[in-house]
């Protein structure tokens, strides 16, 4: 089961609204924009720990500040540095050994959707590093002064968000690297392109500003009092049935569940041909409204050929977040008249909780046969039903 760690620097001093106190601190919609984020971040289905850095003088207050508000899952607030690199580093200090993913989300970005930071962690999971960004959408102008000096393509542009996130080792190397460099990055991701990494990026949200200016602060107490009244976000539970079939062929592995199954035949198919995971992911798509699989990993795509369906369960999460959808429950049956499947499912349930980010007690797997009726009966292929339900906002129940 991956782990994975959140570290949340809120070292800023609020010099930019004129404040005699850290923005992060101030309240919003009744609570400190802080503990908003804190909060959102708790609902990730992947963040096991998280790292709070805070100003040396502010220490006490944030621990009292999480406390009160039942911010459970802190494992330690620290004290930050003189520049946010320094405060990132803190907190990296403070990752255990056995974590494997570390996502960096900052203390005034409060309106993160926990679906984003579980889609930047899942991708960071495959790749090694990624990032929430949104593409410009501005007309962007060089000025000198008070003059236009040039126009700017914003083509392929995009505006970086938080949270970022990397496998651990590579982002301890990165700060280690710039350490001995002297160099020093605007955020992480810069960090790690300074060592060669490449970072992939996951489309953010637009809500997910960091409050800087009062108008900001403003926007935000709107948005939040927006979402408590239902507005604007999808809430209420989706149903959703997935369907898939492959013909069973000499010379190729079966693979069910993201699990190779000893057996003389395999599933034809253009990536590996999981048809338990394919039938999921259906379910999934059809509840959000989203078509099929066909429709997003054509199989004319030589980007998906003998691809691990366990990866393209994985982007259909990502999609499901980007519109604030998770999954609750899942219940899927194959049909197979061979081999016996029932050995394999607790490791076929693992994998598939993993992926969608639920306790495996919410996923259930059953196999039966058709009496040796029809091409599953005769032993021809391979079938499989998928039934979900997903819920919008907070409301799915089996999140980790």
Same mark, same amino acid.
């Given at each position: 089961?991956?782990?994975?760690?959140?570290?949340?620097?809120?070292?800023?001093?609020?010099?930019?609204?004129?404040?005699?106190?850290?923005?992060?601190?101030?309240?919003?919609?009744?609570?400190?924009?802080?503990?908003?984020?804190?909060?959102?971040?708790? *609902?990730?289905?992947?963040?096991?720990?998280?790292?709070?850095?805070?100003?040396?003088?502010?220490?006490?207050?944030? *621990?009292?500040?999480?406390?009160?508000?039942?911010?459970?899952?802190?494992?330690?607030?620290?004290?930050?540095?003189?520049?946010?690199?320094?405060?990132?580093?803190?907190?990296?200090?403070?990752?255990?050994?056995?974590?494997?993913?570390?996502?960096?989300?900052?203390?005034?970005?409060?309106?993160?959707?926990?679906?984003?930071?579980?889609?930047?962690?899942?991708?960071?999971?495959?790749?090694?590093?990624?990032?929430?960004?949104?593409?410009?959408?501005?007309?962007?102008?060089?000025?000198?002064?008070?003059?236009?000096?040039? +126009?700017?393509?914003?083509?392929?542009?995009?505006?970086?968000?938080?949270?970022?996130?990397?496998?651990?080792?590579?982002?301890?190397?990165?700060?280690?690297?710039?350490?001995?460099?002297?160099?020093?990055?605007?955020?992480?991701?810069?960090?790690?392109?300074?060592?060669?990494?490449?970072?992939?990026?996951?489309?953010?949200?637009?809500? +997910?500003?960091?409050?800087?200016?009062?108008?900001?602060?403003?926007?935000?107490?709107?948005?939040?009092?927006?979402?408590?009244?239902?507005?604007?976000?999808?809430?209420?539970?989706?149903?959703?049935?997935?369907?898939?079939?492959?013909?069973?062929?000499?010379?190729?592995?079966?693979?069910?569940?993201?699990?190779?199954?000893?057996?003389?035949?395999?599933?034809?198919?253009?990536?590996?041909?999981?048809?338990?995971?394919?039938?999921?992911?259906?379910?999934?798509?059809?509840?959000?409204?989203?078509?099929?699989?066909?429709?997003?990993?054509?199989?004319?795509?030589?980007?998906?050929?003998?691809?691990?369906?366990?990866?393209?369960?994985? *982007?259909?999460?990502?999609?499901?977040?980007?519109?604030?959808? *998770?999954?609750?429950?899942?219940?899927?049956?194959?049909?197979?008249?061979?081999?016996?499947?029932?050995?394999?499912?607790?490791?076929?349930?693992?994998?598939?909780?993993?992926?969608?980010?639920?306790?495996?007690?919410?996923?259930?797997?059953?196999?039966?046969?058709?009496?040796?009726?029809?091409?599953?009966?005769?032993?021809?292929?391979?079938?499989?039903?998928?039934?979900?339900?997903?819920?919008?906002?907070?409301?799915?129940?089996?999140?980790?």
């Amino acid at each position: 089961m991956t782990t994975a760690a959140a570290i949340i620097p809120a070292g800023g001093a609020g010099l930019r609204m004129g404040l005699d106190q850290p923005k992060q601190y101030l309240e919003l919609a009744g609570l400190p924009i802080l503990a908003h984020t804190v909060r959102a971040v708790q *609902r990730s289905a992947l963040i096991n720990t998280i790292i709070i850095v805070a100003p040396a003088e502010h220490l006490e207050r944030t *621990r009292e500040m999480v406390g009160r508000y039942g911010l459970t899952g802190v494992e330690a607030v620290v004290a930050g540095g003189r520049t946010r690199q320094d405060s990132v580093a803190a907190g990296l200090r403070c990752v255990a050994d056995g974590i494997e993913l570390v996502a960096v989300h900052d203390g005034v970005r409060p309106l993160i959707d926990p679906g984003l930071i579980d889609a930047c962690l899942s991708r960071a999971g495959e790749t090694g590093a990624a990032m929430l960004a949104v593409p410009v959408k501005d007309t962007l102008k060089s000025v000198g002064g008070d003059l236009v000096a040039a +126009n700017l393509d914003r083509a392929g542009l995009w505006q970086a968000q938080t949270p970022q996130a990397a496998r651990l080792a590579l982002l301890r190397r990165a700060f280690e690297v710039a350490a001995a460099d002297g160099f020093t990055g605007t955020d992480e991701a810069a960090l790690l392109e300074h060592i060669g990494v490449k970072v992939s990026v996951v489309t953010g949200a637009a809500a +997910n500003f960091k409050v800087t200016t009062a108008d900001d602060l403003v926007l935000a107490e709107a948005l939040l009092k927006t979402d408590r009244q239902g507005e604007g976000a999808v809430t209420g539970l989706r149903v959703g049935h997935g369907y898939d079939a492959h013909r069973l062929e000499e010379g190729r592995k079966l693979v069910l569940g993201g699990v190779v199954i000893p057996f003389e035949w395999g599933l034809a198919g253009h990536s590996d041909a999981d048809v338990l995971l394919h039938a999921l992911a259906d379910a999934m798509l059809g509840a959000a409204g989203l078509g099929d699989i066909g429709r997003h990993f054509p199989d004319r795509d030589p980007a998906y050929r003998g691809i691990s369906s366990l990866v393209l369960l994985a *982007r259909v999460v990502e999609k499901l977040a980007s519109r604030n959808l *998770r999954l609750v429950n899942g219940d899927i049956t194959v049909i197979a008249e061979r081999p016996r499947l029932a050995p394999y499912f607790a490791l076929m349930l693992e994998n598939i909780a993993e992926t969608v980010g639920v306790d495996s007690s919410f996923l259930n797997l059953k196999a039966t046969t058709t009496e040796h009726m029809g091409f599953a009966g005769r032993g021809e292929g391979i079938a499989a039903h998928a039934v979900v339900c997903l819920a919008g906002g907070d409301q799915a129940a089996g999140r980790r």
